[in-house]
């Protein structure tokens, strides 16, 4: 990016005199450090927040419940691994923590599922389907509570208003994802257990789009209303959980909020980097450029309609880097406003899938594994249909059909 920035800024200071050009590059690099710090301050309260009421979930068995619920359907999309394996405990307690958005939780579990997974592996360099099936279902993000674009957007006038779309992109990613692989594998994904629970929460989805296609007028309401109601109660239900255990929930939560400061300090680097790399590429003219020829080509096909093209640089780097994706998020932000229709495409954006070239090598790379077969090209495809999705989704929820 900075040396995009720099080819393009002499280009114009060579061949079109423009003598502000790397006085506006400076400008827009300090800015954006600037930016990038005071943002990160602004996410502690927040991050501390969410990180202390997911904790109280934890302790409390939130995630113990999930995994129950979802353990017969881990028996018929892993056919290939045995029922009493420690790998099925550890896949479902990291895909529950992944819906949670408790990323602590889920990244450690995560890496011994593909620990486990690996015992049951033939060729230890190669990816088996069991391997591939759970990295998918992790790449393609499914997400009930996601924490840190609520934080993100802690200034929004109502916060968590992208809740209803973000869940609906995600399902419908991880549902592509699901199938996709299930194709590849000859799985069976129309046994009566596969269809009760899928074929349930895509009724459910299903439903809900069409009455909001039908009544337009509603979708905010139903964003705002129908998705802090569900936040709220799962808040109230995690605090009741926790107390039917005996759990000390003011001392859970104290525990969470300091690993929610934790993050908030962990990620200023990344934000700051991230921040000053879009910056001066913005300020040297390329970023604009380039997405104006993308908003002319969609003109040209006739599509009238491009408030999406400015989310862009969310989608170019979700696969990449999940910090890289961040930056761009709060660059949307900054450039178009809180509760603007592009900052929130963006934030959809931002929680329809996972960083999967980064769960590629972190998974993979943990147990040496060097032949990923299909696995990146599916997860790829999942990002393609979740960033297909938000847009969809974001402008029938967002502009009222």
Known sequence: MFIVAMIVALSKLIFWQDMDIFQNIVD??????????????????????????MKIGENGGAIAILTRFISPLFQKIFPEVPKDHPANGAMMMNISANMLGLDNSATPMGLKAMKELQTLNPEKEKATNAQIMFLVLNTSGLTIIPVSIF????ESSSPTSVFLPILITTFLSSLFG?????????INLLNKTILLYIGS????????????????????????VGGNLLIFTIVVLFMLLAYRKKVNVYESFIEGAKEGFEVAIKIIPYLVAMLAAIAVLRASGALDEAFNGIKMAVIYMGITVTEWV????????????????????????????????????AATMQGSTETTLYVVAVYFGSVDIKNSRYAVGAGLLCDLVGIIAAIFISYLFYTNG
């Open 28 to 53: 827009a690099l300090f800015n954006a450090a600037n930016t990038g710090f005071t943002m990160s301050l602004g996410l502690t309260g927040i991050l501390c927040f969410w990180m202390g009421i």
């Open 151 to 154: 934080a993100l957007r802690a």
């Open 178 to 186: 699901l199938i996709i692989v299930g194709l590849r594998q000859r």
């Open 201 to 224: 929460l895509t009724l459910f989805i299903i439903s809900l789009i069409i009455y909001v296609i039908y009544n337009p007028d509603k979708s905010e309401v139903i964003s705002k």
């Open 310 to 345: 400015d989310a862009l640089p969310v989608a170019f780097m979700k696969p990449l880097s999940g910090g890289g994706a961040r930056g761009a998020y709060v660059e949307v932000m900054n450039n178009f406003g809180i509760d603007s229709l592009q900052e929130k495409i």
